[in-house]
C-alpha cells in the first residue's frame, strides 16, 4: 500500500528500506498538499472556494425566446399581447418584438427598463414614453416615477411576455423591474410569460444578504448580492415565497433555456447596458458595482467600465485614465479629470476559477485613502443592502472576517434558491 502511494506521486522504491520508504512517503505527502494550499490567488490569506468540477464554456446554449417552437403557438390565439423587451431581447439576430411580428402575433405595446428600448440611455436618467420607428408601436417607460405598469397601461393587454438579459447582482435593476411587471400582472389577472435567458454569474452565490430597511430600486428582496439564479427561477421564487406586495400571486409560465445549467459559462452575445460592454466587465460587476457608493470611479466615460477603477486624489498610482463623456455616460463622475488606481481587467478570469466576491479592492483603496471621512457615499448602504460592511471596512476587519459573517445568511438562503432551481446547480 505504502509502495503504491509513491508511485502515484511517481517514486519508486524497493522494499529493501522499509523505515526509507516511511519518511520519503510522510515528505511527499506533506509537501504536495502544502503546495496546494500556496495556489490560492491575489491574497494568501483569502481561502477562495474552488468548484467541485470546472466551469465551462458552452457554445451550444439557447436562450429561452430562442426556443421559439415552445411558445410562439401560444401566442397566435388572436391573444392582445405585451412585451418587455430591450435590446437584449433577439432571436439570433433579430429583435424579439420584430419575430413575433413577423410570425403574425398581435403585439400591441412595448415595455422597456432602465437604459431604454435600444439600451443607450445613461443609468438613473429618465426615459420617456415614446413610439418605436420601425414598428410603430409604443413604447411604455418602467422608469423614473413609472417603474411599475399602471392599471391603464394594461387594459388592453391580454398576456405579457418578459425577455430580459440580467447579470446575476441584486443591484441590477432588471430583476426589480421584472418583479413590478409580475405585481401589476397579478393584480391586473393577466398571465406572464418570461423568456428564460442564462446568467452570466449564475456559478455561484455570495455576499450579505439586504436587510429589509435597505429595500430601494437597487434592491428589492432579501438575497445577497450575487443570487446564482436566473430569472426565471427568481421569479418562481418572489412568487412562491410571497414577495410581491399584499402577497399577490401571478400566473407564472416560462421558457427554459436549453443546454445551461449553472456551471455553464456564458458569454452574451449583446451588451446588457451601456457600462457592461463585454465579459471582463460582465463578471467583475458584483464586485464593482459597491463603488457607486464611494468617491471611486468605476470607468463610466472610458473604453473600459466596471473593469478600472480610481479617482483623481488617489494614492495608488498603478493605472491612470480620464473619463469623458460617452453615449451612456455623458456625465460620468471625474469627467475630464485624470484618475488614478487600478486595471482590473485581467482579474476578471480569476473570478470563474475562484467563484467569490472581491473585497479586497474596496478595503485597499479605503485603507490608502487620506480623507476616509469622505470616502463613502449614503448610497453604499442599498448597494450593500447593509450598513454593516462599511462598518465593517472602516473598523479594519479583513476580508476573510467579514466574509466568515455572511455565512449564515447565505446558508439560509441557499435553502429557499434550491427550491425555485430549473436547471443543474453548480454545487
Known amino acids: 500500500m505504502l509502495r503504491f502511494a509513491l508511485e502515484h506521486f511517481g517514486i519508486t522504491i524497493t522494499m529493501k528500506y522499509p523505515f526509507l520508504l516511511i519518511i520519503l512517503l510522510s515528505f511527499t505527502l506533506t509537501s504536495c498538499f502544502h503546495t496546494r494550499t500556496l495556489q490560492a ?22 436562450p429561452g425566446a430562442e426556443r421559439t417552437r415552445q411558445y410562439f403557438n401560444r401566442l397566435k390565439h388572436d391573444l392582445r399581447v405585451g412585451v418587455v423587451a430591450n435590446q437584449t431581447s433577439v432571436i439570433h439576430n433579430t429583435h424579439l418584438v420584430d419575430s413575433l411580428l413577423s410570425a403574425g402575433i398581435n403585439v400591441i405595446k412595448v415595455f422597456t427598463p432602465e437604459h431604454g428600448f435600444r439600451g443607450n440611455v445613461d443609468a438613473g436618467v429618465l426615459i420617456n ?64 410569460l418570461i423568456l428564460d435567458r442564462p446568467n452570466p454569474n449564475g456559478f455561484y452565490v455570495d455576499g450579505p444578504i439586504l436587510e429589509p430597511k435597505y429595500k430601494s430600486f437597487v434592491g428589492m428582496h432579501s438575497v445577497p448580492i450575487v443570487h446564482g439564479m ?20 401571478c400566473d407564472l409560465h416560462w421558457i427554459m433555456c436549453s443546454g445551461y445549467n449553472h456551471r455553464s459559462i456564458y458569454k452574451l452575445p449583446v451588451k446588457p447596458s451601456p457600462n457592461l460592454p463585454d465579459e471582463n466587465s460582465v463578471l467583475l460587476y458584483p464586485s464593482l458595482c459597491l463603488f457607486e457608493g464611494t468617491k471611486v470611479s468605476v470607468g463610466r466615460g472610458t473604453d473600459y467600465p466596471f473593469s478600472i477603477i480610481g479617482y483623481p486624489a488617489s494614492p495608488i498610482q498603478g493605472y491612470k485614465f480620464t473619463p469623458v463623456s460617452k453615449p451612456g455616460a455623458m456625465d460620468p463622475p471625474y469627467k475630464n479629470q485624470q484618475c488614478f488606481g487600478l486595471n482590473l481587467r485581467d482579474s476578471a478570469d480569476s473570478i470563474i476559477k475562484y467563484p467569490q466576491l472581491r473585497l479586497h479592492w474596496l478595503i485597499d483603496l479605503y485603507q490608502a485613502d487620506t480623507n476616509k471621512q469622505g470616502f463613502f457615499t449614503s448610497f453604499f448602504y442599498k448597494l450593500a443592502g447593509t450598513d454593516t460592511l462599511r462598518y465593517q471596512i472602516e473598523s479594519g476587519m479583513d476580508e476573510a472576517a467579514i466574509r466568515n459573517s455572511w455565512t449564515a445568511g447565505l446558508e439560509q438562503f441557499k435553502e429557499i434558491r434550491k427550491k425555485y432551481l430549473l436547471y443543474r446547480d453548480f454545487e
Open 129 to 192: 414614453n415614446e413610439t418605436d420607428a420601425s414598428t410603430g408601436l409604443p413604447i411604455i417607460s418602467l422608469y423614473g416615477d413609472h417603474k411599475k405598469p399602471t392599471a391603464q397601461d394594461l387594459q388592453d393587454v391580454e398576456l405579457m411576455v418578459f425577455d430580459l438579459q440580467d447579470v446575476g447582482a441584486r443591484f441590477y435593476t432588471y430583476i426589480s423591474t421584472m418583479t413590478l411587471v409580475m405585481e401589476a400582472c397579478a393584480e391586473a389577472k393577466i398571465p406572464l
Open 41 to 62: 490567488p491575489v491574497k494568501p490569506e483569502i481561502s477562495y472556494k474552488v468548484p467541485v468540477e470546472p466551469l465551462y464554456l458552452d457554445n451550444n446554449i439557447k
Open 230 to 249: 436566473t430569472m426565471a427561477e427568481y421569479a418562481r421564487m418572489v412568487n412562491e415565497e410571497g414577495w410581491l406586495k399584499d402577497s399577490v400571486k
